[in-house]
């Protein structure tokens, strides 16, 4: 008699990453050999739980329980349930976690799992900065990697798509989720991280990590760090010259607490476009302080990770995740293309007719493992409820180390 | 019943007054010349979003910062302000002609830390008059609005092959090591630098940070030629630590386990276990962990 789990609906290896969201599961007996009646299992975490930890539920809205009795059918029927991170314990590595499916005191199945979760760059360990500097700059191969796409999609001719207007939000969470992605492929254990802008991130400007700047603002890197060879535009290396301590304080922006005050409602909120955004961004000279240049930075990706965080916190903060609501989205209809609920976005939507830019970039948005949501060519309104909060199905598989599932 | 709504009225709209005021007077603020330059900036930080909406006061901003007059901090953190309000202010392509015009006439500014701002977000939108500016400074020092390893960096922006050719120059013969430096890093995309970059990698006379640069360009002209001398330098026990140590970085991240013999395996097994240096320590262990037998 053996059992075989699903997880994310499946049992491949690269669909075992859950966040904290439920991810919906299954176990059925196989190998029916022997069975002769219904038979009792109990899953949970194989202790020693060093790395990630999760919990399970018997329900979608069900209470979570660190084990979980099923009955399972005799002739092999699935049964369901879910599992999700148990905050904050988010894994270190990949497959740190383990589940363990016992019948008795007989260990019936052992399945490696990831918490995987978007943390706080300037707090991970040596080996998640070394995993996703390596997928980063592989993604990049010198600048002939599939990373052009993501750079050219950021330009001053795609820039109405994607700022001044209620969709600047959604648009850079389909972006950042389009390339964690895409990292994803070369490393699935990697997540996005978050440059905490407000506060100071000396470990992130590193040799090691995304480099240290000299007086010019060329940035420096380790002879072991693999982003020494990146390239844009046919240019070796990245411009960035901090205009503040990066050791000892943040950028130039207002604080978490002062971003989450702009407002209860999104129309309000969305100021925070300006600042903290757009001070985060002119905090340097560089790269990254231009609109037109600013992908070319991959700090570019971890200040937004932070804004995004930020919008994820709000969301929670403030019950935002329904889409159709004025609170979560604001107003609807009139705005510019792109920046309406049921919009379509470029340049997933591979619409280049005006008035879109007359290119799109990179094709559809890359698919995941782990969700099916928001699809290869998502609309401004399948951001927002990230998590499935609303609708289950709307989950589309990342999370952040300080913001929980609703 | 009617009193009561009428009152309530009043409240309401006395509670919106506050907003409206509030703008105002930062406005009034930053223009101010009685107020310190430190009330002044705390004014404009509160300005972003609305600096664009009224043409009139978002031209008294560009004043400030056109003002050699007024102090630097104020017309550093002024220019700094227009630029965040440039990535979200929704109507900021109506002023951007001017805010554009503006950055220009800055690129002659004797503050240099303006001077070089201005030409740097010039150059990221490809400002051509910007780019003649940098090349003829370039060409004739005497005519240099900032330093010719500053002016290689920003015309790195937006590479032409006639850029190509000054810095080709420079990295031949460079006013400084600075400006030699990022003469190279223009070069990483030039083919007919291939030959120097070889030279430069090989040659264990040569500054460390020019061989690192050397190598980073020909693995994106000739990666396969890259792999081979990378694969020379690791198994060189005379070369230097941190150049083994991009190389092994090389072969780790940009190369293939084709191409890795025996002989390479083993001698960067022993940089492992004997090396003195801990990035070169590190560099093989991650060969190793990615090629492991």
């Known amino acids: 008699m053996n059992v075989e789990l699903f997880i994310n609906n499946s049992a491949l290896p690269r669909t075992r990453y859950i966040g904290w969201a439920p991810s919906p599961c299954s176990i059925h007996l196989s190998n029916l050999t022997g069975v002769t009646g219904p038979v009792t299992v109990e899953l949970r975490n194989k202790p020693p739980a060093k790395g990630g930890r999760f919990v399970f539920r018997r329900t979608l809205t069900g209470p979570s329980t660190t084990t979980l009795r099923l009955v399972l059918p005799a002739k092999g029927a699935a049964v369901n349930f879910f599992m999700l991170g148990q905050f904050p314990h988010a894994s270190f590595a990949d497959r740190d976690a383990v589940v363990q499916v016992r019948s008795g005191a007989h260990v019936l199945l052992e399945v490696p799992l990831m918490v995987r979760i978007r943390k706080n760059a300037n707090l991970l360990g040596t080996a998640e900065v070394s995993r996703f500097v390596a997928a980063f700059a592989t993604f990049n191969n010198q600048g002939l990697g599939r990373f052009v796409d993501f750079r050219n999609m950021h330009v001053a001719a795609s820039s109405p798509e994607a700022h001044g207007a209620p969709g600047f939000l959604p648009w850079h969470r389909a972006y950042l989720l389009d390339l964690e992605r895409e990292l994803q492929a070369i490393d699935p254990s990697v997540a996005l991280p978050y440059w905490r802008f407000d506060q100071p991130a000396p470990k992130i400007f590193s040799l090691g990590f995304l480099g240290v700047s000299n007086s010019l603002g060329t940035v420096q890197f380790s002879a072991t760090n693999p982003l020494q060879f990146w390239r844009t535009d046919g240019v070796t290396g990245i411009t960035r010259r901090p205009l503040f301590n990066t050791t000892t304080s943040g950028a130039s922006v207002i604080t978490e607490a002062q971003t989450f005050a702009l407002g209860t409602q999104y129309a309000p909120f969305s100021a925070m476009e300006g600042n903290p955004h757009g001070n985060a961004h002119t905090s340097f000279g560089g790269s990254i302080s231009s609109i037109p240049t600013a992908a070319r930075d991959p700090l570019f990706f971890l200040l937004h990770a932070n804004v995004d965080r930020l919008w994820a916190k709000w969301q929670r903060l403030n019950s935002r995740y329904n889409a159709g609501q004025l609170a979560s989205f604001g107003p609807t209809g009139t705005n510019r293309i792109g920046h309406n609920v049921n919009d379509t976005m470029w340049p997933w939507n591979q619409i280049t007719a005006p008035p879109r830019p007359s290119t799109a970039p990179g094709g559809s948005l890359a698919n995941s493992a782990v969700a099916t949501a928001p699809g290869s060519k998502p609309r401004v309104g399948d951001l927002i409820d990230y998590q499935g909060v609303v609708a289950p199905a709307g989950r589309v598989g990342f999370d952040y180390d300080d913001v929980r599932f609703a | ?293």
């Open chain 2, 1 to 293: 019943m009617k009193a009561k709504k009428k009152s309530k009225a009043k409240v309401k709209a006395k509670a919106k007054k506050p907003a409206a005021a509030s703008t105002s007077s930062y406005w009034a603020a930053v223009s101010s010349t009685k107020k310190t330059t430190k009330q002044r900036i705390d004014a404009l930080s509160r300005l972003p979003a609305a600096l664009c909406e009224d043409r009139t006061k978002f031209n008294e901003v560009l004043a400030i910062l056109r003002d050699t007059t007024q102090s630097s901090s104020l017309r550093r953190a002024t220019l700094q302000i227009i630029q965040s309000a440039s990535f979200s202010a929704p109507n900021f392509e109506v002023c951007r002609p001017d805010y554009l015009a503006t950055l220009r006439a800055l690129v002659t500014d004797p503050d240099l830390e303006l001077r070089q701002r201005a030409l740097g977000m010039l150059a990221r939108e490809h400002d051509g008059s910007t780019q003649r500016l940098l090349v003829d400074g370039l060409e004739e020092p005497s005519r240099a609005v900032v330093p010719p390893e500053k002016a290689l960096q920003l015309l790195g922006y937006d590479i032409h092959t006639d850029v190509y050719a000054i810095a080709r120059k420079i990295a031949a013969n460079p006013p400084n090591e600075a400006a030699r430096i990022e003469a190279l890093r223009l070069l990483g995309a030039d083919t007919a630098s291939v030959p120097m970059f070889e030279a430069m990698l090989q040659d264990k006379k040569e500054k460390v940070d020019a061989r690192r640069l050397a190598a980073s360009a020909l693995q994106a002209l000739v990666p396969d030629k890259l792999q081979g001398y990378a694969r020379d330098i690791v198994q060189d026990e005379t070369d230097d630590d941190d150049v083994k140590a991009t190389s092994l970085t090389a072969l780790t991240d940009l190369g293939h386990a084709g191409t890795v013999s025996d002989a390479l395996y083993q001698s960067v097994d022993k940089i492992r276990s004997k090396s003195k240096s801990t990035a070169l320590k590190q560099s093989a262990r991650r060969f190793i962990d990615k090629y492991r037998r």
